[in-house]
């Protein structure tokens, strides 16, 4: 099941964040992200203050989590999009993260899903996200789910230097 998140989640997303940190840096994973950088329990604070924060949970297990909002980031104005839309038609799809234990699971493919769920539900027919060039497992569940590479940024990114920002799109039909 995916929801809102509550406080009372806070740690578990943080620890999510930690083992994918503890992934990465054990090379069993690339993402991109740097523990005490990105995320971090602010970014769970911040998401939850905003009331933007979905985990999946489970047989109350949280096992994964994502932000969704409207808000685009700044490499997204120059971005070369395939479709033109109005900031309030545009959904955007933050730090989708999934517990190394759950991964393999489907709970990826059921959050963007949702994602794309809520997005019809309020009227935004254009979806936009982006990842770090090195994610390739990422890269390749968004292919398969139709979201199209649009553009690849240079840019430091949510405090992270030297990032090759892709940035993916897909339009909903209503």
């Known amino acids: 099941m995916i929801r809102k998140a509550f406080v009372s989640d806070t740690d578990a997303v943080r620890a999510i964040y ?8 054990c090379g069993r994973c690339t993402v991109g992200w740097i523990r005490g950088v990105y995320p971090t329990g602010e ?3 911040d998401a939850l203050q905003r ?10 297990t949280v096992l994964g989590a994502g932000i969704i909002n409207q808000i685009q980031v700044p490499a997204y104005y120059s971005a070369p999009w395939q479709y033109s ?13 999934v517990a190394p234990w759950a991964q393999g699971k489907g709970v990826g493919k059921e959050f963007v ?3 794309e ?14 990842t770090n060039e090195r994610n390739q497992a990422a890269r390749r569940m968004y292919r398969r789910l139709g979201y199209s590479e649009v553009g690849l940024v240079p840019t430091v990114f949510n405090g992270i230097p030297d990032v090759n920002l892709v940035l993916l799109e897909k339009y909903l039909s209503f």
């Open 18 to 25: 930690d083992a994918i940190h503890t992934e990465e840096e």
């Open 117 to 130: 769920s809520y997005a019809r539900g309020h009227g935004c027919p254009e979806l936009r996200m982006d």
């Open 85 to 97: 839309a109005a900031d309030n038609e545009i959904c955007v799809l933050h730090t989708l993260v």
């Open 113 to 115: 899903n949702f994602y």
């Open 51 to 60: 009331d933007d924060l979905y985990v999946y949970e489970e047989k109350g």
């Open 43 to 45: 970014t769970v604070r």
